[in-house]
């Protein structure tokens, strides 16, 4: 029996949260991944790559989340793969795999746009950006005569997370308004993006309120855990995308890349960006929010020794803070350590799910409000009981 029953109360949340597939793997993914290598050595090519597709395939409540759709015909397998923005259409034959996605209209694109593609040829491994005259799109293509399932893997990973980034930024940062391919996301229901812009709000007003009763000193520390801890709770618990995903994780990628910076400085630069977000009006908010099936992880996975190193140290911040008197911040950095490691560990399924049940608990309001109810009273305070 799966431990977690015990931590799961009746009701379900079928709400996505967070950058991960949102979907369990099949059961037997192992098994197929290994029939697939065994056929790939007998040249059983078709059936190689039927048993790799289905070791991709995901599921939600034991059903198949349809991120991937396969066509077996005579001498060609085809197949279509999601990976959020991105629709994957491919075939294979005995001889080659080709995949690809249309991006944009060739005539759509502005010379920015353009230029952009050919530097970003030089940054991949397997595909290529290239053009038929009407449309923009990024492909790959593979030879089959000494491939295994490895050697498919991380070619159409690459092909998919690439697509999927790359069509946001093209909509962040060229203005491109019309991108090709995208009718299989689903916008979100307009009752849940209000509770999202509203819980935006609050968290922002939460947040300058804190800022507001720090001491002079020691503070700097302290903000930097408040800004931070905000933006990886937006991430996980709005999901933003397009402008507000990209323009986000620049920002904390250059908060944690930028070693030179004064650290009051990356505080003022963090500071600025929320207020850019508590300016955007609901339409504006709107447009950055979608549903959608994904097959690759955007994480790589982590180690065990790595995410408790990682751990460890912020506990030692945290009793520093303890120590010297400074407890107003002490349930910040626990939010912290779990929204964190949420956003950069590829975790275990058992530690994914332990920190997102801390996360329902604390944000409880919040959950409840999205109609995802079961883990802690916030009006009684106290936790539910699991029957």
Known sequence: MNWFHFFRPKSYCSKSFGRGIHADIAENEEELFNKAYEAFEKKEILNAYTFFFNSLM???????????????????????L?????????FTTNKKLYAEVTMVKAKNANVALKRYALERNYQFTYVNYCSDGDHIKLKLNLDNITMTPKKAFYPLRELALNADYDKEHMLSEFEQKELEDIDHIQKLDTAELHV?????????????????????????????????NFLFKIDYLLVPKSKIYQKMTKKLQN?????????????AELAKYILSLEKLDFDDFSQNFYEAKYTFSQIEKSSYDEFVDFIEES????????????????PTIYSYIALYALYNYGLNPAARKLLHIYICVIYAEYMNALGCKGYYDTQKNQFLEVR
């Open 82 to 90: 999601y990976q959020g923005s991105a629709k994957i259409n491919g």
């Open 315 to 330: 506990l030692i911040k945290l009793r520093w803070y303890k120590n010297n008197r400074h407890p107003q911040i002490i």
């Open 196 to 228: 999202k812009y509203r819980y935006l709000h609050i968290w922002i007003e939460e947040l300058n309120a804190k800022i507001r009763t720090l001491p002079a000193e020691d503070s700097i520390g302290m903000q930097a855990f408040l800004y931070l």
């Open 58 to 80: 995901n599921y939600k409540n034991g059903l198949p989340n349809q991120n991937i759709i396969l066509t077996r015909e005579k001498e060609s397998l085809k197949f279509i």
């Open 255 to 267: 908060y944690f890349a930028d070693e030179e910076a004064l650290p009051e400085v990356k505080n």
